[in-house]
């Protein structure tokens, strides 16, 4: 089976442009969860959704951040405009259930320039 | 303010000696934990989880306590292995999931041949 994918692996963009991380969950898996990984800060919690809906977007930093799940099989996470701050390491991950174990894609290292 | 915390950001281990990685926790509503491994370059994934009606969780090499009266819980893994060089997160979770899992920093387990 295929396991979550994240496009695209590797961003460098200037500062003030926009952003798109893309995500696939695992076929089946009703939660999908975006996180972020910062040196500082570790892995945190953006955003997730339950069978394409919003549940808990309150780890979105600020108005530049903003996730979609239009369907079952797609998300995206944009960030217009993006800052050098934002810099990091972005995970999608998907499950059956919002307790228990979550199966990470590889993630998108995104640097701002 | 890190509700979950490994205070540790790097362990050297020899090679067969026990690792024994540390997390605390301050929210006392959190009742499930898991580890989870990271190598470079790969999203983080599933190691070994306890639920906090258990103090003990075994699984081959790995071996999780948990001491809720300290909100303390910590990863044995022995004998250790070069290939559980890795990062190695703390995570946790309230009762019923709603807010996702809170990872701590990670602690970065290196294995000395």
């Known amino acids: 089976d295929a396991g979550v994918i994240q496009s695209p692996r590797h961003e460098v963009t200037e500062m003030g442009q926009e952003v798109t991380l893309r995500c696939k969950p695992i076929s089946g898996h009703d939660y999908l969860f975006w996180y972020r990984q910062t040196m500082m800060r570790g892995l945190e919690l953006l955003i997730y959704?339950?069978?394409?809906?919003?549940?808990?977007d309150s780890g979105m930093p600020e108005d530049r951040f903003s996730a979609k799940m239009p369907n079952a099989s797609f998300s995206t996470l944009k960030i217009q405009p993006s800052e050098p701050r934002d810099s990091a390491v972005y995970f999608c991950a998907s499950s059956r259930q919002p307790t228990g174990e979550l199966f990470f894609g590889e993630g998108s290292r995104l640097t701002v320039l | 303010d890190q509700q979950v915390k490994q205070n540790s950001p790097s362990l050297s281990v020899q090679e067969g000696r026990i690792s024994i990685l540390n997390c605390d926790y301050t929210n006392s509503m959190f009742d499930y934990f898991l580890w989870y491994k990271k190598y470079p370059a790969e999203g983080p994934t599933f190691l070994i989880s306890i639920s906090s009606i258990k103090d003990k969780n075994e699984d081959g090499r790995f071996t999780v306590f948990l001491n809720k009266s300290a909100k303390h819980l910590s990863l044995h893994i022995v004998p250790s292995q070069p290939g559980d060089s890795a990062v190695y997160f703390c995570?946790?979770?309230?009762?019923?999931?709603?807010?996702?899992?809170?990872f701590g920093k990670g602690t970065h387990l290196i294995i000395q041949p």
């Open positions: 959704f339950n069978n394409n809906v919003p549940i808990d």
């Open positions: 995570a946790a979770m309230a009762r019923g999931g709603a807010d996702g899992l809170t």
